[in-house]
């Protein structure tokens, strides 16, 4: 009988402790705050602590980096529905720039800070790419409505920064000399000098040919400031007035000053003489133009250009030309000058 007893004891006991532990499972579960799970507990919680949450957001397409890291899981999730969140910048954060520059923040910002942005990347897509000294200047500089003003309709104007620097300039004196206040036009964003004038070539080639990048400043060549009608040719280093002499003995007009060069150098290079087709022999036109590229190869004497020679010519040797010559033309003689004389234009069929 006692026996009994003790049996139905231990089975009382049983079931009371069954349903408690069945109780607390229920309420456990009833109680939790979730509503919605797509993951185990574990994938968040530890053993130790319910509170203590490690959950490795790589796991997700939304990496936490930077200032993100340390916010707090409920800042942007429902505690109710984890994966129900807008990963919209604009869910969290204020948008102080009233969303005239669109939505998306990683255009221009970054997880490490919103004043931590890469400024020569945004400009890239505008109209105005930051490059040379340009990317020294700061922000405010050009965009002084900062951060709340509409930073597309910011651009400006070179002068509105760079007044000072177009009215102090003297070599050359921009406003006396009527230049355009739009720095473009001249100059680069790499720096001042060396500027650009697009349209100086068709007076006299500097950005091209043999005089490209042999100068600095315009008073290497324009002397006088304020009048760059004036120029000298004569002051560069390779020039010396007894060389020059030399060099052009018997050229008719020859004079060692400046606009004597340039009248028959106008584009800079040394066989630029163009009166020589009209005066002499046609060197720029016809069947010679092109076939030499020093004035030695027919005046072997550099002192006088007077002497000259068509019989050291690769094509000609004496006995090719005697036999053309011999017997068909009266009074022939295998000389430059007899040359000259029968073709002056320098054709075959120009024969006399």
């Known amino acids: 009988m006692k026996r009994l007893q003790a049996i139905a004891t231990i089975q009382l006991m049983v079931l009371i402790v069954a349903g408690h532990y069945a109780s607390a499972q229920k309420a456990t579960v009833h109680d939790s705050p979730h509503k919605k799970l797509v993951r185990s507990c574990e994938k968040c919680h530890v053993a130790t602590s319910f509170k203590d949450i490690r959950f490795d957001h790589d796991d997700t397409d939304f990496h936490l980096a930077g200032l993100h890291s340390g916010v707090a899981c409920l800042a942007c999730h429902s505690v109710e529905d984890f994966a129900k969140v807008d990963p919209s910048c604009a869910t969290c954060h204020q948008d102080i720039h009233r969303g005239r520059l669109g939505i998306e923040c990683s255009r221009c910002h970054t997880e490490h800070g919103w004043t931590v942005f890469d400024a020569e990347g945004i400009h890239e897509s505008t109209n105005f790419p930051l490059q040379g000294r340009h990317l020294l200047v700061d922000c405010l500089s050009c965009h002084p409505g900062m951060p709340t003003a509409d930073f597309r309709r910011a651009w400006t104007p070179c002068y509105q920064c760079h007044l000072q620097d177009y009215e102090s300039t003297v070599s050359p004196d921009h406003r006396a000399s009527g230049f355009s206040a739009l720095c473009q036009t001249c100059h680069e964003m790499t720096g001042w000098t ?148 029968c073709h002056p234009d320098g054709r075959a069929e120009d024969g006399r």
């Open 194 to 341: 060396p500027s650009f004038m697009p349209d100086h070539d068709m007076f006299f080639p500097i950005f091209s040919g043999t005089h490209n990048r042999k100068w600095d400043t315009c008073s290497i060549c324009h002397v006088t400031p304020g009048n760059f009608k004036v120029f000298e040719c004569i002051t560069c280093h390779e020039h010396n007035r007894t060389e020059m002499d030399s060099k052009h003995q018997g050229i008719p007009g020859y004079a060692y000053n400046s606009p004597a060069c340039y009248q028959c150098h106008p584009t800079g290079e040394a066989g630029d003489f163009g009166e020589h087709d009209a005066l002499f022999f046609p060197v720029f036109s016809g069947a010679h133009n092109n076939r030499w590229d020093d004035c030695a190869v027919c005046h072997p004497t550099p002192a006088n250009k007077k002497i000259f020679t068509c019989v050291s010519c690769h094509e000609h040797s004496q006995a090719e030309m005697d036999d053309k010559h011999l017997g068909e033309v009266q009074d022939y003689v295998y000389s430059s000058v007899a040359c000259y004389e």
